[in-house]
Structure formats: C-alpha cells, structure tokens
C-alpha cells in the first residue's frame, strides 16, 4: 500500500512545484502579450485575463507615429549579414587550425578562444575611436563588424572540434583526384559542417538582435536604428502610454519568441553543446 | 601501392597546402584583431592619459585616473559604491539560479510525461532581450499599473507590498531576481546536460542500496555536478559585472535610487559617454574603469580555471 502511495505522491508534488514554476516563468510573457492587444481603459480595468475587446490599435499607433519598419529592417539586415559572415569566416579559420600543420597554430587557436571570456563592451572606447576613423560612426555597418568580431571566438571554438571529427581521408583522396584545398573546403567538409553551422548561427542569433548597448554607444539617426535602440527611446518617450508601450515591447520579442517556438529544440542542443565542449 | 599513396599525399602536404593556410586564417584574424582585441588593449592605453572629449588621448598622465578612482570624491565614492552594489548583484543571482535552477534540473530530469515541456518554457525568457524584460518588470512592479502588487493583495500577502524599485533596501535585491528569472532557464539546461552525463548505472545502483532522493542527491548529483557549478558560475560572473541594460532599464544610468543599483555597467556608460552634467569624468577615467572591470573578469576567470578546468585536467591525465 505504502509502497504504491509514494511514488504517485512524489510525482504529484513534482507536478505541482514545476507547474508553479512555468506560470511564473510564462505569465510575465503571456502578460506582455496580452496587453498589447487591450484597449487603454481595459489595461487598468482587467488588468490579468485575456482582454473583452481585442485591438490593434497599439501596434496601429507604433507604425504611425515611429518608422518602425526601417528600425525592423536594420535589425534584419545586420543580424543576418554579421552571422553569415561568422559562419564564413571562423569555418575557414577552423577549417586551417583543425585540418593543418602550422608554425603557431596552438597559439592562434588559444588567441581566438580567449575572445570567449573577455566581453567586447570592455573595448568600446576603443571601437567607437576606431569608428569615427573609418567614418563608419552613425552607420549599421559599423555594428555587423563589431558583432562579427565578437561571434568569432565561439564560431571557431565550436567548428574547429567538430572539423576535427571529419575524417582526413576523405579530404585526401579528393586531394589525390586533384582537388585544390579551397575546393576541398567548399564540396567536402562545409557540407558536413551544417549541423555545427547551424548551432552557431542560432546561438549567435540571441546577443546579436537583442543587443542594446553598440547601437547606444554608435547609432544617433533615426534610419540606422535597430529594434532594441527603438524600444528603449520610444520606451523613454511614450513611458506613460500603456497600449502602445507593450505594443513596443511585444513588438521587439515576438520574432525571437516564434524564432524559439519553431527552432526550440536546435537551440537548446547549440547552446549546451558550447558550454560543455572540452570538458 | 599504399607507399606510392603515402609519398604522393606527404608531397602534396608539403608544397600545395601551406600556401592556403595564411589565406584560410586571414580574414578571422584581421577582424576580430582590429575590432576586438585592439580596442581592448587601446582601452588600457588610454587610461593613462587625460582624454576629456571625444577626441584622440590628449595628455600623458600616468597612474593619475586610478589614483583619482580610488582616493578622491567623488570618483572614489562611486567606484567603492558600484563595486559593493556589483559584489551584491552577482552573490544574489548565483545563489538564486545554482540553487533553484540544480532543483529544477533534478526534478525536470525525472522521466515523466511532459518533463520536455517544461525545460522548453524555462528556455523561453533567455531568448528576449534584458531590455525588454526589464521595462516589463518595471511597469509590473511600478504602483501606477501595479499588477505584481495585484497578484500579492489577491493571495492575501498585501502586507508585502512596498515600493519595490523606488526604495534603496529593495531595488537592487529585485533587481537581481529579475536577472535571476531571466536566466534561469540556461542554469536549468546545463544543470540538465550534466545530469544527463552521469551513468545511469551509478543511479541505479544508489537505488538497489536503498538510497533516498535526498542521499542520491548529496552523494550522487551534487558531487558530479560540481564543474557544472563553476560554468553556471562563471558565466553569470562574467555577465554581472559588465551588467548594463537590466539597470538602464529598470533604474535608469544612474541607478535609482541614489546610486543603490549603479553597477560596473551603468558606471562605466555614464563617466564614459555621458555629457559631464549628466555624470561624465572623460574617456580617460571611463578607460580606467573599463580595465578595472577586465581586471576583475581576468582574475575571476583565472580563478575558475585554476580551481575546475586544471582539476579536470588532471583527473584526464590520471586516466
């Protein structure tokens, strides 16, 4: 009798504390959500439930009053070209420390890893100097260098184990039919790389469109301004505006929240994968 | 027939491929050189000159921006104050998220329906932006909409409430939990990852002896689970003390109320890059700082490895 009792209970108590856990962790974001889709009158009124009438005007308002589209655009064009030029660049890196011989070749591995631990805001003096330099202050441009600088060091933590894996001799018989290194790169080992490629495109995706603090530091002009920088000025500005103000922030979080629905389960793998490589 | 191959390819490994490898390494380098390590090093350059404005370092004066930052009011005064405030952050959201999120992983890990689900929602709050979830919060918190204070009164703990961001006993510690919240859900998944690396074996055998969940946790999980503790650890170190959006956010640059939520973060935006009004000391102090703050990532880092990664080190060795 006992015997049976106690697990069931054991299991019923699990339940309990993680559902309480999940509406704590949930109900914040539903709530945002939710809100942004109330009338001004009924915020106030029924402030938890799910709303009697539901409007867009909050979202309707936003585009009005900001260009929000060209803020969503910017924030398109620099996450997608700075991981694609991350998976580009540290693939190739990887692909010289993990497949060659080299004078140096520890040491310029060690180089790269170190960018892991060593957060890049501790350099922005230094890159906003370097900005105003090359006239690229004021300019998205200068963000996609920063973030592809900053993507390198785990692009290459990550790829360079997993070309290591990627037998030689499939390289080496390509190279006895006479294929040049480039080729060998481009036909054998990129199309076996996808999987590790796409770990390191979604773990970069996170900092890269959320990030708040170079678009602070760099960006003044309206039309160069990413989604984050938008939120926190229109924040600033419409403080008082409810309807509107979580119209804003839902706005900033639904394409990562669907982005995370879809691709849940690849996130997850490519993020545990980065922390526990080299254990 | 295999000799032939083997001279063949160490040919070719010898003279065609080495041509390649600079090439291959190049554009890596060059970047991540000039637009991250240079600026790093130039930031400790420049905290030994003056540098008022915007421009290039204008004059060389030694140690006197560190001998001002830690001797005279009011660099000494703020520095002191966000060192103590960044101490307290940090303490606070590593016990949090060690302790709930190795709970959570525990109980997650349990094989039963839906447990995927759960770790699933855990994940979601990672992915927004702090930004944003610190104004939620705060429009949550704040007593004109209030809904937090809603939820307290509706479960008849309305003797609690009190002004969360606006008093200097509280702001920092909410602060803290609402990192903590954010962040959770990664403590849980590498919690999970390392639980899912014991041998199953090792389980079942504790449990054949008769061990409780109690005992399985202190002889079992908790001692193997240890580096797991130092990679959690680490990265909310690393984050913490260059912490910024949360406080910009939630307690504006200059951490509200008076100072009690300035953090290395917020410190270092508002000498550095804010108008002198507004609390700016300079590019030179805001350098120093910034090496201050690396100073103590370097240290913390050093320190997790020497205590963790060369233990591990040794123990691969032994094997």
Not at chain 2, 198 to 221: N, Q, T, W
Request: contains cysteine.
């Amino acid at each position: 009798m006992a015997r049976t009792k106690k697990p069931l209970l054991t299991k019923s108590l699990i339940y309990i504390i993680l559902s309480i856990y999940a509406v704590t962790i949930f109900y914040p974001i539903f709530l945002m959500l939710i809100t942004s889709l109330k009338e001004n009158k009924e915020i106030f009124t029924n402030p938890y439930g799910l709303p009697h009438v539901f409007t867009l005007d909050g979202y309707i308002k936003l585009l009005k009053i900001s260009n929000y589209g060209i803020y969503f655009r910017n924030s398109i064009i620099v996450t997608v070209t700075s991981i694609f030029f991350i998976l580009v660049i540290s693939s190739l890196a990887s692909f010289a420390i993990a497949k060659y011989r080299f004078f140096g070749k520890r040491f310029i591995y060690f180089y790269f890893i170190a960018g892991l631990i060593v957060p890049i805001k501790l350099g922005t003096i230094g890159i906003l100097q370097t900005m105003i330099k090359l006239h690229l202050f004021d300019n998205i441009t200068s963000l996609i260098i920063i973030y592809i600088a900053m993507g390198i060091p785990f692009g290459v933590f990550i790829l360079t184990d997993f070309i290591r894996l990627i037998p030689e001799e499939l390289s080496n018989s390509a190279r006895i039919d006479g294929c040049s290194e480039p080729r060998i790169f481009y036909k054998i080992i990129v199309p076996l790389l996808q999987p590790a490629l796409a770990a390191v495109a979604i773990v970069n995706f996170i900092p890269i469109w959320n990030d708040f603090w170079f678009p602070l530091i760099l960006i003044r002009s309206d039309s160069m301004k990413t989604v984050p920088l938008a939120t926190a000025l229109l924040y600033g500005q419409y403080e008082t505006n409810f309807g509107l103000i979580f119209a804003v922030l839902s706005m900033a979080s639904l394409p990562v929240i669907i982005f995370y629905l879809i691709l849940s389960r690849q996130f997850i793998k490519g993020l545990t994968a980065g922390a526990f490589k080299g254990e | 027939m295999v000799g032939d191959r083997k001279k063949l390819m160490s040919s070719i490994n010898k003279k065609k491929i080495r041509y390649f490898i600079p090439l291959f390494l190049a554009s890596g380098i060059i970047i991540y050189t000039i637009f991250m390590v240079v600026p790093i090093l130039n930031s400790m350059f420049l905290s030994f000159y003056t540098g008022e404005g915007m421009s290039t370092p204008t004059e060389f004066v030694g140690f006197r921006n560190y001998i001002r930052l830690f001797t005279q009011f009011p660099f000494k005064d703020r520095f002191i104050n966000a060192f103590w405030n960044n101490v307290k952050f940090f303490l606070i959201v590593t016990l949090i998220q060690n302790v709930v999120g190795f709970f959570m992983a525990v109980l997650i890990s349990r094989k039963f329906w839906g447990n995927k689900i759960f770790r699933r929602i855990s994940f979601l709050p990672v992915t927004l932006s702090v930004l944003v979830v610190g104004f939620l919060f705060s429009l949550m918190l704040n007593p004109v909409w209030g809904i937090f204070d809603k939820i307290l009164e509706f479960l008849r703990l309305g003797f609690l409430i009190r002004p969360w961001l606006g008093s200097t006993t509280t702001a920092l510690p909410v602060i803290a939990i609402v990192i903590s919240w954010q962040w959770m859900g990664e403590a849980i998944l590498f919690y999970m990852a390392g639980i899912d690396g014991i041998d199953e074996e090792v389980l079942e055998a504790a449990k054949i002896d008769g061990a409780g969940p109690l005992a399985e946790i202190r002889y079992i999980l908790f001692p193997s689970l240890l580096p797991v503790i130092g990679i959690v650890t680490i990265l909310i170190f690393i984050g913490d003390f260059t912490q910024f959006d949360i406080i910009y956010a939630m307690a504006t640059t200059r951490g509200n109320p008076t100072y009690s939520t300035d953090l290395f973060g917020s410190l270092f935006y508002r000498v550095t890059f804010q108008s002198a009004e507004r609390g700016g000391w300079g590019m030179g102090m805001g350098a120093a700082v910034a090496t201050i703050m690396f100073l103590i990532v370097f240290i913390g880092v050093i320190f997790w490895l020497y205590i963790f990664r060369m233990k591990g080190l040794k123990d691969k060795e032994g094997a």
